[in-house]
Each structure stands twice: as C-alpha cells, then as structure tokens.
C-alpha cells in the first residue's frame, strides 16, 4: 500500500513504499498516477531504478517521446535523455519552463532520475498553474479566456544561433524553426482529467500572445511571468542519487537551478507524450 505525504499543500507528494526490486503491480501504479493528477509531483527516494525498469515504469503511464531534439540519449536507451552538465557543459533549463509546448502534442507527463548530483546545489523546483490561475482576479480570468499564444522552441535558441558545422547562425536557425516549428495555444487551459483550468504559459517557449502589439505582447507576458513566480504554488527539492520525481507537465512549470558547476550533475529524462488513462 502506498503512503503518500503531502510535501506542500498545493503541490507536491512523497510516496512512500514502492520498491523496485520487484515489478509494479496496476493497482499500485494505478496509486501512482492518481496521486499525481492530486499532487501533480510525486517524489519516490532512493529507488535504484536501472534504464531498462526506467522505460518500463514510464511505458506504464502512456507512450513515450521520441529522441529529444537536442539533448543526448543514455547508451542502448534513445527514449532515456541523458542531462549532463558540469563546468564544461553548463545547463540551459536554469528557466521557468514547460516541457515542448511547441509541439503539436504537448506532453503528459515526466520521468527524472537522479544518477549523479553535486554535493551542495543542483535542486528542482516545481509550479502549479492551476494556483497561478487560482490567484487571477476575476476580471483578468474573463479577459484571458479569448488569448492565445504562439509557442516555439523560445531558449533553444541560444543552441541554434551559433555557427557550426560550416553554417552561419542564421541558417542553423531557420533549419531549426523548421524543424520545430509553432504551436498556437489557448492561454487558459482546462485539464482533460479534472477539469480544472490553469494558466498555460511558459516564459521559455511562449513568444507571443496573438492579436496583440509586440509591445502589448511583451508587456503582459511581464505580467504572466511575474505572477506566476509565486514561492506558494512551488515546491523545491534537493536531489539524492536514486531519487525519481514525475510530474504532470500538462499544469506545471519546473526550473533546474544552476548553482553547483563547476561540479558534475547527471539526471536520466523520460517524456510520455499520452496519458492512456484518459
């Protein structure tokens, strides 16, 4: 039987219990996802979880994401995104985010692992966009219900824009908006399980807000990313080895603090792109 202990009142819950030295009965994985449409984090420490169980864990909850575009794979896994940093390589998801908005099917749902963290540093924090959309004045929830806004690959960016491989900038970053491409999304979404709306904005992938001026856009993008930095719907963890956190990516953002280079940090993603429970 699953314990489950709230970490915050909005957001977050540890779930103690499960081991992985044996497979996962339905009923408990059942137990999962239910605490994790409640919690929308849930937290398993010192799970010594490997690859191959990784995918089958994940495969439980929905499909799994292709190859990321960008970020290298674990060896034998290309589903399993391998996170490595360290003074040579440092992060670029030190940014509020939602994972590939831009994409024609937003995500469900994140697996992390935590193989290697620095000794001090390195934590993840978690917010909820149902609070961020909890806390609107009611005018602002009647006024937003009509935006939509264009999301892109926002931060990838910065990897795009250098030259390399003989090419200039520019055309690796026409190469990748093609590749990318946009996705036009409502601002206030509803959850397809619990109904419940939420802000679903991104400062790192949303570029713009349609109908607006560049200026207006800029302006009330401030507005949201500010709002929606709010220390109550957030809830911070400090990694150990073993310890896997899934998320529901469809009402969270999360930021990865770079704080710890020049020491070494190594985290093993899976995305599942569908929640087959729906």
């Not at 990784?54 to 391998?82: C, M, T, W």
């Not at 193989?115 to 006024?143: E, H, I, N």
């Not at 996705?183 to 992938?205: A, C, D, Q, W, Y």
């Not at 930095?229 to 911070?236: A, L, S, V």
Request: with cysteine; hydrophobic share 35%; charged share 25%.
């Amino acid at each position: 039987m699953i314990k489950i202990n709230k970490i915050t009142p909005k957001i977050g819950a540890e779930l103690i219990g499960i081991s992985f030295k044996k497979s996962i009965n339905n009923n408990i994985l059942d137990g999962i996802y239910q605490a994790l449409i409640d919690n929308l984090v849930v937290i398993i420490r010192d799970t010594n979880i490997t690859p191959k169980q990784h995918i089958e864990f994940a495969q439980s909850f929905g499909e799994l994401d292709n190859p990321h575009p960008v970020y290298p794979n674990v060896d034998g896994y290309d589903r399993i995104v391998k996170l490595e940093n360290d003074a040579n390589n440092p992060p670029d998801t030190d940014a509020w985010h939602t994972d590939l908005t831009f994409k024609k099917e937003q995500p469900f749902a994140s697996v992390l692992v935590a193989r290697t963290v620095p000794k001090v540093g390195g934590d993840t924090l978690w917010s909820s966009c149902y609070s961020a959309y909890d806390r609107l004045p009611k005018g602002m929830k009647k006024d937003f219900e009509a935006l939509k806004c264009i999301h892109d690959m926002g931060d990838f960016r910065n990897t795009f824009a250098l030259d390399s491989d003989g090419k200039h900038g520019s055309e690796r970053l026409d190469e990748g908006m093609a590749r990318f491409g946009h996705n036009i999304r409502k601002l206030i979404g509803t959850h397809p399980v619990t109904g419940r709306k939420f802000l679903n904005f991104n400062e790192s992938f949303v570029s713009h807000i349609v109908g607006l001026t560049m200026n207006d856009s800029n302006s009330l993008k401030t507005f949201l990313t500010n709002h929606m930095n709010k220390p109550e719907d957030q809830i911070r963890w400090r990694w150990k080895a073993g310890d896997l956190v899934m998320w529901d990516n469809r009402v969270t953002m999360h930021y990865a603090v770079a704080d710890y280079l020049p020491e070494y940090r190594c985290m093993n993603r899976i995305t599942v792109v569908n929640d087959k429970r729906i």
